[in-house]
Every structure is written in structure tokens, then in C-alpha cells.
């Protein structure tokens, strides 16, 4: 099975900052990986798809690249509604399998 | 709009059965591969099965394998997963997800497995 790791596994911000968050498989994907946001009591949404491509409807200050084993997700300019746990999935293998998430909280 | 919604948790004792549906609407159902996804309290996200546009196909995750199985009916717009022999760690919110790179969520059903 491919592993998922994710780092950090949380971090605290500020309105305004620059977060990345690296996902990192076991074996290559390609670019079979996408992103998620999940907030407290909430539903999981999907960001981000094949690695790179924002899901309609979400906002642009979100991207994701990378390729193969390494990836990442960019908030360019964290805003409060950003707070949240992160998770990849990648769907090239199966049984597919999602990163450990990475919380996101206020500092 | 696409619109999933779960249905079917509830509490079950260890050893016990149970089968949650998940009925879809806003999109062409009977082409779209289907999944299931599961969040233990507190815990994150585990990917437990998906099912092909036909049926034809599944997989699941290992620690599921042998106990569940997911199934559809395309004229009812339903895909069901039959959840059997449940554990206490089987005890989460479950989710049903379109496709395979789960592009939208139902709200989740939740399955309490105690006695």
C-alpha cells in the first residue's frame, strides 16, 4: 500500500501569512493526488485535484503543485476562514489512502 | 446541484450488521465511480471503498475487506455499503463521496458499534 505522510502535522499562523503544507507518498503517483479541507463538525471539501487544479468555487489565494512522490499545498494569504485540518488523498493505487491531515490554527 | 445524502447509521453491537445507503441527485449517476470514506471521533480521514460506474468493480481498504461490501443500484440513484461483523473501530461517520477523487460529500451517517 502507498503511504501517506504530511508535514507538519500542525502549525499555528496569522491572517495574512504564507502556509505551505508538503504531502509526500511512498511511490510515485504522478499527479494523482488531491487536497482537502475539512473544519470542525464539518463535511470534507475538496481544494484541489491531479495535484494542481483548483476545484470550482474555491478561492484563488489556494494551489497546489508537485509531481511523483512530493506535493504541496500553498495558502498564498491565510484568512481566518482557512482554519482547518488539510488532508491528501492520493488515487493512483489502491487501496487509496489520505495523509494524516495537518491542522492549521490561529496564532 | 449535486446532493448526497447518507442514511442507515445508528448503533449496532459488536459482531453486528448493518447497511447504510447513500442516495445521489444533480449529476448523471450511472457514470460516476462512487465512494465511501470514514472519520472516527476525533481521528481523520480513512478512504474505505469505491465501486465502478457499473458495479462490475470495488475495492476497499484492508481493514475493511471480508466484512463490508458496496453495491449500487443505478435506477435508484443508491449505492449501499453492507457493513458486516462490526467492530468497535468501525465506530465513525461515514461517508459517501462521488467518484474517485471524491469531488463532492454527502453530510454522513453516523455508526456507533457498542454494546
Known amino acids: 500500500d502507498i503511504q501517506m505522510t504530511q508535514s507538519p502535522s500542525a502549525m499555528s499562523a496569522s491572517v495574512g501569512d504564507r502556509v505551505i503544507i508538503t504531502c509526500r507518498a511512498s511511490q510515485g503517483i504522478s499527479n494523482s493526488l488531491a487536497w482537502f479541507q475539512q473544519k470542525p463538525g464539518k463535511v470534507p471539501k475538496r481544494l484541489i485535484y491531479?495535484?494542481?487544479n483548483l476545484q470550482s468555487g474555491v478561492p484563488s489565494r489556494f494551489s497546489g503543485s508537485g509531481s511523483g512522490t512530493e506535493f504541496t499545498l500553498t495558502i498564498s494569504s491565510l484568512q481566518p476562514e482557512d482554519f482547518a485540518t488539510y488532508y491528501c488523498l492520493q488515487h493512483t493505487s489502491y487501496p487509496f489512502t489520505f495523509g494524516p491531515g495537518t491542522k492549521v490554527d490561529i496564532k | 446541484e449535486v446532493r448526497l445524502l447518507e442514511s442507515g447509521g445508528g448503533l449496532v453491537q459488536p459482531g453486528g450488521s448493518l447497511r447504510l445507503s447513500c442516495t445521489a441527485s444533480g449529476f448523471t449517476f450511472s457514470i460516476s465511480a462512487m465512494s465511501w470514506v470514514r472519520q472516527s471521533p476525533g481521528k481523520g480521514l480513512e478512504w474505505i471503498s469505491v465501486?465502478?460506474?457499473?458495479?462490475?468493480?470495488?475495492y476497499y481498504a484492508d481493514s475493511v475487506k471480508g466484512r463490508f461490501t458496496v453495491s449500487r443500484d443505478n435506477s435508484k440513484n443508491t449505492v449501499y455499503v453492507q457493513m458486516n461483523s462490526l467492530r468497535g473501530e468501525d465506530t465513525a461517520i461515514y461517508y459517501c463521496?462521488?467518484?474517485?477523487?471524491?469531488?463532492?460529500w454527502g453530510q454522513g451517517t453516523l455508526v456507533t458499534v457498542s454494546s
Open positions: 463521496a462521488r467518484d474517485m477523487e471524491l469531488s463532492s
Open positions: 491531479s495535484s494542481s
Open positions: 465501486i465502478s460506474y457499473s458495479g462490475a468493480n470495488s
